[in-house]
């Protein structure tokens, strides 16, 4: 499986972006998905999740209510729809993929950059 992570930019504070993540593979759509993101200086952060199926989707605190994540299996393609965005969000912004809720980091995007200014 490989996952390929596009759509970072710069952008002012209050903007908004949209990152795509295409994967590989037949069992994609079935595999949990998600975004983490590291700033510079900072550990990696995990900011939401989708299941395979289902409706199911987590968020961390500090995106809730501004960060949408969605899906379109027929496109194996996962979204990270950033609105409101902080300059606290810029960051490398990451896409997994795996084959359980819990853990599903078996497969990684390579990274999009998210500048966002003040």
């Known amino acids: 499986v490989q996952l390929q992570a596009f759509g970072g930019g710069s952008v002012q504070a209050g903007g908004s972006l949209r990152l795509s993540c295409v994967g590989s593979?037949?069992?994609?759509?079935?595999?949990?998905k998600g975004w983490f993101r590291q700033a510079p200086g900072k550990e990696r952060e995990l900011i939401g999740k989708i299941g395979g199926t289902g409706g199911t989707i987590d968020y961390a605190d500090s995106v809730k209510g501004r960060f949408t994540i969605s899906r379109d299996n027929a496109k194996n393609t996962v979204y990270l729809q950033m609105n409101s965005l902080k300059p606290e969000d810029t960051a490398i912004y990451y896409c997994?993929?795996?084959?359980?809720?819990?853990?599903?980091?078996?497969?990684w995007g390579q990274g999009t950059e998210v500048t966002v200014s003040s």
């Open positions: 997994a993929a795996g084959t359980t809720w819990r853990t599903f980091t078996d497969y």
């Open positions: 593979g037949r069992s994609f759509s079935t595999y949990t």
